[in-house]
DNA sequence: ACCTGAACACCGTTCAAGT
DNA sequence: ACCTGAACACCGTTCAAGT
């Protein structure tokens, strides 16, 4: 039996290839859509190399490492979400679209919130532009300026944990038939009714309720001018 | 050279030992107390079991597994908010000491934050009592009830995002000498300047003023009554 | 029931060898 | 410069054997 390469792709040979098999941007998205097909667990260093049909140590060259490759995944995902709605809306309603795409573009992919949300972004990041919009737009409906920043990463905050909310189970918090919690069990029955009306999932609930509150509660505040 | 025991303690020999040497809740405590000693990387099951001078097999006797282990250490430190505040202060004033020393509890734990996160709560857990308080303040405040809960929950998102972001680097945003993104540049630096004078933490700054916005949003919710 | 000890099936990462 | 192939130093978990 001679050696037969797996799935009809030719063995290479050992040594430098004649040309480039592997870059660094082919090893993130090839580490973006095996965590989508596969979670969190399907998409380590060798997952990566065997789905790329090369060997874990090739990646080296290209990466520093399993977490640094994730951290561009993460850029990845956050070059997607747009901000043109700044240049068209009023504030409130701009806010609200982008954290509201933000979210979005982590809950599509659900196996990356986890690793994700634990990351620091990159210091030079494309992201920064977003944030010159965002807080730009801040600033101009009445934000001091010395406090843009800290609202933009307060909005952050809440949409990261809310990425986080929305892979935990639905009926995490259902306290059950047990009788010691009356406020909490009669608010939840409540709450399950409502959504079940409306087809609303609870973390999408949340959420907009949290957003809506914080955004009400910007607004009177720069309303208000500086203090 | 006879075998010795290593620190001086007692090699068990095999079989069932004569009197029960582990149990669940001293292998969280450990677990607890080496996240906090080693950070994350040393409280895996072999330097846990290591710790407590058995094999890391033994520990699957009164734990699941990593996973669940882990668990058990969120539902401790969640067991140590106090909800006292809640009977004794207007409500607005009660719920930010609330979230405030929610977050605190992870964040005197920074190794926890990026592991705990992304962990479900347990379904019947201690927390619910918790939430009880809670939701029955927010009901008495008048909050509608089928939002009680979705506020609780958005409140924890924020307090969850924000204590990861009190593990990123405080210069993480820091966009440097580049002159293309002007707003958020000038944005940048008027809040360093504040922080400076102020010697706050600038995730602090943004968990404050976070919290006060979506209270301030809440208030505004509540005092308008049932829609 | 609850431990030890050995083994299993993985990881990420390093590095010499090869072109 | 950029790959292969082998090795290193880990993981969490399972399970038979022992008391």
Known sequence: MSPHTPAGRARRRV????????????????????????????????????????????????????????????????ERIPVDMFAERPWE???????????????????????????????????????????GTLVRAGCREDRAVSVVVALESFILGSALDLIAA?????????????????????????LAETGQRPADASFEIGLRAMIAGFGAEFGAGPA
């Open 15 to 78: 040594g430098r290839p004649t040309s480039r098999v592997l870059s660094r941007r082919m090893i993130i998205e090839t580490g973006l859509r095996l965590l989508d097909e596969q979670g969190t667990e399907g998409a380590g260093m060798r997952a990566i190399a065997k789905e790329l049909g090369v060997q874990p140590s090739a990646l080296y060259n290209h990466v520093a490492g399993h977490a640094e490759l994730m951290a561009g995944v993460r850029e990845l995902l956050g």
């Open 93 to 135: 309603e701009a806010l609200a679209e982008w954290a509201t795409l933000y979210r979005s573009a982590f809950a599509a992919h659900p196996a990356t919130i986890a690793l994700l949300a634990v990351l620091p972004l990159a210091e030079d990041t494309a992201l920064t532009g977003m944030y010159d919009t965002v807080v």
């Open 170 to 194: 639905d009926d995490m918090l259902d306290p059950g038939p047990r009788d010691d919690v009356p406020a909490f069990s009669s608010a939840y029955r409540a709450r399950a009714e409502r």
